[in-house]
């Protein structure tokens, strides 16, 4: 089993959809949650930043970390055809190096 | 503020040639990273370095892979020899607090290996 588990996809939306993106986790000592968005021929870019568990809010994305469920979540409203890259979430605990899981495309469709 | 600049952008060589990627991070980051991205995965850490001393460097395969920070500011990625399997793109990240894991990114250095 990876550390980091996230479905590649893609995942197609049309224009103003939410989209729910979600990672798995297995190490426990993971306390730092991020979500990365990378945009083709292009480096990751960080979006969200979590530290353990609850949600967080920033304009149209929300990140929820629960952390008895080793799952997170990223949720975007309103989703615009700008918002198509691959989003990567990785994760970072006490001396454990920063994890990454492998992306999932997205795809917003006008 | 300056993001994290690295170089070249491309590189196309031949199996066994040998290949050097640069990173300057961003002013002050004490944290720099080299992470392998292979096409369709994540980023997978070849190593870290906490100002010019590393700190891990357990996925780098160190037959092959050679990687400083000679002063603690910009970083050297080596490959020698270069295989078919390492055509990736190498991404230099840095981070201001080594406890936090908010890491920056460059715009990586696509190599290809023939």
């Known amino acids: 089993q990876k550390e980091v588990e996230q479905d590649p996809g893609p995942l197609s939306v049309p224009e103003g959809a939410i989209v729910s993106l979600n990672c798995t986790y297995s190490?426990?000592?993971?306390?730092?949650f991020m979500w990365y968005r990378q945009y083709s021929r292009k480096g990751p870019e960080l979006l969200m930043y979590?530290?353990?568990?609850g949600n967080k809010e920033d304009g149209r994305f929300t990140a929820q970390v629960d952390k008895s469920s080793k799952y997170i979540s990223l949720f975007i409203r309103d989703s615009q055809p700008s918002d198509s890259a691959t989003y990567l979430c990785?994760?970072?605990?006490?001396?454990?190096?920063?994890?990454f899981g492998r992306g999932t495309s997205l795809i917003v469709h006008p | 503020e300056a993001g994290v600049a690295q170089s070249p952008r491309y590189k196309i060589i031949e199996k066994r040639q040998s290949v050097a990627f640069w990173c300057n991070p961003i002013?002050?980051?004490?944290?720099l990273y080299w992470y392998q991205q292979i096409l369709g995965q994540g980023p997978k850490l070849l190593i870290q370095?906490?100002?010019?001393?590393?700190?891990?460097d357990s996925q780098l395969p160190k037959d092959r892979f050679s990687a400083e920070r000679l002063k603690g500011v910009d970083s050297t990625l080596k490959i020698q020899p270069a295989k078919l399997e390492d055509s990736a793109v190498y991404l230099c990240?840095?981070?201001?607090?080594?406890?936090?894991?908010?890491?920056?990114f460059g715009e990586g250095s696509r190599l290809t290996v023939l």
């Open positions: 370095f906490q100002n010019n001393g590393v700190v891990d």
């Open positions: 990785a994760m970072k605990g006490g001396s454990y190096i920063p994890t």
């Open positions: 002013s002050g980051h004490a944290t």
């Open positions: 979590t530290y353990s568990s």
């Open positions: 990240a840095s981070s201001g607090t080594s406890g936090s894991g908010e890491l920056f």
């Open positions: 190490n426990s000592a993971f306390q730092y």
